[in-house]
């Protein structure tokens, strides 16, 4: 598939399929960087599980040496190509007008705070430089709870510095997941990039779900950290079969990515519209019957469970995708990143290329785009809404970022 590096000078990917993992990541970033034309500032990587990450990344750094890097697993890869598994994709990007930093944080389930301060301490000291504009944030996708994650994330930038980023994968086993930075490959870490550009440069954010409630609403009783206990009094595991019946609970643990829950919550809602904060289970514990969840859901919270089709969920995605183009503020698109939500791909099945699909045809069918399906995802509600600016951990959601070039 061709992609100009006369239209887009900013930005280009590549993509392997190949079986061994060192040519992988060779054959994966020789196309990125020649398309991009010149020697890269830094690289994004995403990766399906079934790779030796150590030999991939090594074929990266042959092809590109030095190179700042950051990524991770995934549960699906997304490319020029589409959607795509058992791949890997490579986004390189470079410009003199742009500073680029990375860090990594270690034991991300053992203190959030702790970890986001280690990654962020190597990337700045004190308050980030005055023209730092994205974080794009990596955090293991099985430990950790992504409420305290973005607490800790927000005490050190602020509750309005843009935040985004998605929850790396391991190809649906729910089990461990692995996160790149700089030619190392760490588990239970949370990596990420700062970006740093003048005014020459916008960026745009899309977050819709197309999730809606299914009509019933309970109270969460008992909860500790990501541990949920009980609904309305009842041992968690046993309402949510209850809800779902034998049928669909039989596929729990990836029933959870379907049949999300929903917390409700007036701080994020604008106007008539209610905007579901959604929580998916990770782990079913059968002998006391609770739910390990990505993200913490507080006591006295109402929740409702939701669900979406198909078609729910591509309208979704278009959406996000009109959402990035309106808040780039005239912004020519150079560059796409996409995180998608595992249920969703779930959901979608046969049709998973029609989500990929509307964010290009909506944003620019030969715009690089890279990303991937994630385990939970970060980013605000509504850039442009004052209200709604902060970033968020979501699940089942479709985030996009854009960088957008401003008219000279």
């Given at each position: 598939?061709?992609?100009?590096?006369?239209?887009?000078?900013y930005?280009?990917?590549?993509?392997?399929?190949?079986?061994?993992?060192?040519?992988?990541?060779?054959?994966?970033?020789?196309?990125?960087?020649?398309?991009?034309?010149?020697?890269?500032?830094?690289?994004?990587?995403?990766?399906?599980?079934?790779?030796?990450?150590?030999?991939?990344?090594?074929?990266?750094?042959?092809?590109?040496?030095?190179?700042?890097?950051?990524?991770?697993?995934?549960?699906?890869?997304?490319?020029?190509?589409?959607?795509?598994?058992?791949?890997?994709?490579?986004?390189?990007?470079?410009?003199?007008?742009?500073?680029?930093?990375?860090?990594?944080?270690?034991?991300?389930?053992?203190?959030e705070r702790?970890?986001?301060?280690e990654?962020?301490?190597?990337?700045?000291?004190?308050?980030?430089?005055?023209?730092?504009?994205?974080?794009?944030?990596?955090?293991?996708?099985?430990?950790?709870?992504?409420?305290?994650?973005?607490?800790g994330l927000?005490?050190?930038?602020?509750?309005?510095?843009?935040i985004?980023?998605?929850?790396?994968?391991?190809?649906e086993?729910?089990?461990?997941?692995?996160?790149?930075?700089?030619?190392?490959?760490?588990?239970?870490?949370?990596a990420?990039?700062?970006?740093?550009?003048?005014?020459?440069?916008?960026?745009?954010?899309?977050?819709?779900?197309?999730?809606?409630?299914?009509?019933?609403s309970?109270?969460?009783?008992?909860?500790?950290?990501?541990?949920?206990?009980?609904?309305?009094h009842?041992r968690?595991?046993?309402?949510?079969?209850?809800?779902?019946?034998?049928?669909?609970?039989?596929?729990?643990?990836?029933?959870?990515?379907?049949?999300?829950?929903?917390?409700?919550?007036?701080?994020?809602?604008?106007?008539?519209?209610?905007?579901?904060?959604?929580?998916?289970?990770?782990?079913?514990?059968?002998?006391?019957?609770?739910?390990?969840?990505?993200?913490?859901?507080?006591?006295?919270?109402?929740?409702?469970?939701?669900t979406?089709?198909?078609?729910?969920?591509?309208?979704?995605?278009?959406?996000?995708?009109?959402?990035?183009?309106?808040?780039?503020?005239?912004?020519?698109?150079?560059?796409?990143?996409?995180?998608?939500?595992?249920?969703?791909?779930?959901?979608l099945?046969?049709?998973?290329?029609?989500?990929?699909?509307?964010?290009?045809?909506?944003?620019?069918?030969?715009?690089?785009?890279?990303?991937?399906?994630?385990?939970?995802?970060?980013?605000?509600?509504?850039?442009?809404?004052?209200?709604?600016s902060?970033?968020?951990?979501?699940?089942?959601?479709?985030?996009?970022w854009?960088?957008?070039?401003?008219?000279?």
């Amino acid at each position: 598939m061709s992609q100009s590096s006369e239209l887009f000078r900013y930005a280009a990917t590549g993509f392997s399929m190949k079986e061994d993992s060192f040519e992988a990541g060779h054959d994966a970033a020789t196309e990125a960087v020649r398309r991009l034309g010149r020697k890269p500032h830094v690289l994004l990587v995403f990766s399906a599980m079934r790779y030796e990450h150590r030999s991939l990344l090594k074929g990266i750094a042959a092809v590109a040496p030095a190179t700042p890097l950051v990524g991770g697993t995934t549960a699906g890869e997304i490319s020029m190509e589409g959607a795509t598994t058992q791949s890997v994709v490579v986004m390189a990007l470079a410009s003199e007008r742009f500073r680029f930093y990375t860090g990594v944080g270690r034991a991300l389930s053992r203190n959030e705070r702790q970890s986001v301060g280690e990654m962020l301490d190597q990337m700045f000291s004190g308050d980030p430089p005055a023209d730092a504009q994205t974080l794009l944030v990596f955090p293991d996708g099985m430990g950790g709870d992504g409420l305290r994650l973005m607490d800790g994330l927000h005490e050190r930038l602020g509750g309005k510095f843009e935040i985004v980023g998605g929850y790396p994968g391991d190809d649906e086993r729910f089990k461990q997941t692995y996160q790149y930075h700089d030619g190392q490959v760490y588990q239970d870490a949370i990596a990420g990039l700062l970006i740093c550009h003048d005014e020459g440069f916008s960026t745009g954010i899309g977050v819709r779900s197309g999730f809606e409630s299914i009509g019933n609403s309970f109270v969460c009783t008992s909860a500790e950290g990501n541990v949920v206990r009980e609904f309305d009094h009842v041992r968690s595991l046993d309402l949510y079969r209850e809800f779902l019946g034998e049928e669909r609970s039989a596929r729990l643990p990836g029933a959870f990515m379907e049949y999300p829950f929903g917390l409700i919550d007036e701080g994020v809602s604008s106007g008539k519209a209610t905007h579901f904060q959604l929580r998916c289970g990770v782990r079913a514990n059968e002998e006391d019957g609770s739910i390990f969840l990505a993200a913490s859901i507080p006591e006295g919270s109402e929740v409702t469970l939701t669900t979406g089709s198909r078609g729910d969920v591509i309208r979704g995605a278009h959406e996000a995708a009109r959402q990035a183009l309106k808040s780039l503020g005239g912004g020519k698109p150079e560059a796409i990143v996409m995180f998608s939500c595992v249920g969703r791909k779930m959901v979608l099945g046969r049709r998973v290329q029609e989500e990929v699909d509307a964010v290009r045809e909506c944003i620019g069918r030969d715009v690089p785009i890279v990303g991937f399906y994630t385990y939970g995802e970060i980013g605000p509600i509504d850039k442009t809404d004052s209200g709604l600016s902060a970033a968020k951990f979501h699940n089942e959601t479709v985030v996009l970022w854009v960088l957008g070039a401003m008219p000279e």
